[in-house]
């Protein structure tokens, strides 16, 4: 089973960046972000293919975050610009260890195999 690892969580002031990164054990198809805030339900994020080619976003983050991986590294990162205190919330890595459909986007937590501890991230106001 492949495990994940996240870093890069913290405190910073609304408008400020933070990068989150998530190691994977070994080789992942389609990773993805999720986040869930205090009450509230898991929801999906950002998502990314394989190769990294294809990315796709929650409408309430485009254009401010940006996903990419390094499969060299068997990294994914979640860059994320312009935050907000309604961006506070436990972020979650997922990889799915199966194959991908070609074409296929994965907006689901039952859609990913693999999950990370999740690493908290506060925006103040």
């Known amino acids: 089973q492949v495990q994940l690892v996240e870093s890069g969580g913290g405190l910073v002031q609304a408008g400020g960046s933070l990068r989150l990164s998530c190691a994977a054990s070994g080789r992942t198809f389609s990773m993805g972000w999720f986040r869930q805030a205090p009450g509230k339900e898991q929801v999906f994020v950002a998502g990314?293919?394989?190769?990294?080619?294809?990315?796709y976003y929650a409408n309430s983050v485009k254009d401010r975050f940006t996903i990419s991986r390094d499969n060299a590294k068997n990294t994914v990162y979640l860059q994320m610009n312009s935050l907000s205190p309604e961006d506070t919330a436990v972020y979650y890595c997922?990889?799915?260890?199966?194959?991908?459909?070609?074409?296929?986007?994965?907006?689901?937590?039952?859609?990913?195999?693999?999950w990370g501890q999740g690493t908290q991230v506060t925006v103040s106001p």
């Open positions: 997922a990889a799915r260890i199966i194959q991908d459909y070609s074409g296929t986007y994965y907006y689901t937590p039952g859609d990913y195999d693999a």
């Open positions: 990314i293919n394989r190769s990294g080619g294809t990315t």
